[in-house]
């Protein structure tokens, strides 16, 4: 499990310690590209990276540069989270009992369903179909779309919402735009040489065997 949870001790007051040492500060959760949502998970359970390689079918020559014929796929990651209405930990900032990011919870709701509120929050970024920033404990992805986001909620999970959504990469392709500008000079035809490869003009004339073919196709009425 990624994230965090409650240790109790006899003799210790109950404290928030760190699950796992991939964490980070600002806390994992998504971003959209425009910075107006910015959705923390409260626990993340745990994540899958997928990193491809396609490489080329057709024989390579010998010699020739092997990196040209592999291409690298799209990343797709996969993170399963989970909202609550008891969050045992600030978004940012020092705790107040000495582990960076985590403050003691005194049981209570921050307010009515707020695990709902986030998931909804989730949900509405994701229909947004717009690029969102993803923080994991392996890696920052700077710009993802968000692919699918499932969710079972049952009777045992009580009073929290535990989702699964996968993200993928996108290309963005850049277009340019080039002109080019150039002058036509016709050939000189004075030069014999010109005249000779210079495409004849028939003036509507025919040869006499095109002539009668005309004449016969007339005749058979293939011309109105």
């Not at 003009?201 to 025919?206: E, F, H, I």
Request: proline fraction near 5%; glycine fraction near 8%; include cysteine.
């Amino acid at each position: 499990m990624i994230g965090w949870f409650t240790r109790h001790d006899v003799e210790i007051n109950p404290r928030k310690v760190p699950a796992s040492l991939f964490s980070r500060e600002e806390g994992f959760g998504v971003d959209s590209s425009d910075k107006t949502d910015s959705i923390r998970f409260d626990l993340l359970v745990d994540e899958s990276h997928t990193l491809e390689f396609e490489a080329s079918d057709h024989p390579i020559e010998n010699g020739a540069v092997i990196t040209d014929h592999v291409t690298q796929k799209l990343r797709t990651c996969t993170v399963t989270g989970m909202f609550t209405n008891f969050p045992d930990r600030n978004e940012f900032g020092e705790s107040t009992d000495g582990y960076t990011g985590v403050q003691v919870s005194d049981g209570t709701p921050v307010k009515d369903n707020r695990a709902r509120e986030l998931f909804i929050e989730l949900e509405n970024l994701a229909m947004q179909r717009k690029p969102v920033r993803l923080v994991t404990a392996l890696h920052v992805y700077p710009e993802m779309i968000i692919t699918s986001l499932p969710v079972k909620f049952g009777a045992e999970d009580g009073e929290s919402i535990k989702f699964t959504m996968t993200l993928r990469e996108f290309k963005v392709a850049e277009l340019k735009k080039t002109v080019a500008f150039g002058k036509f000079r016709p050939p000189d035809m004075k030069s014999s040489e010109n005249r000779t490869i210079a495409p004849k003009q028939t003036n509507g004339k025919v040869s006499a065997k095109g002539k009668e073919l005309v004449d016969a196709a007339v005749s058979a009425g293939g011309f109105n």
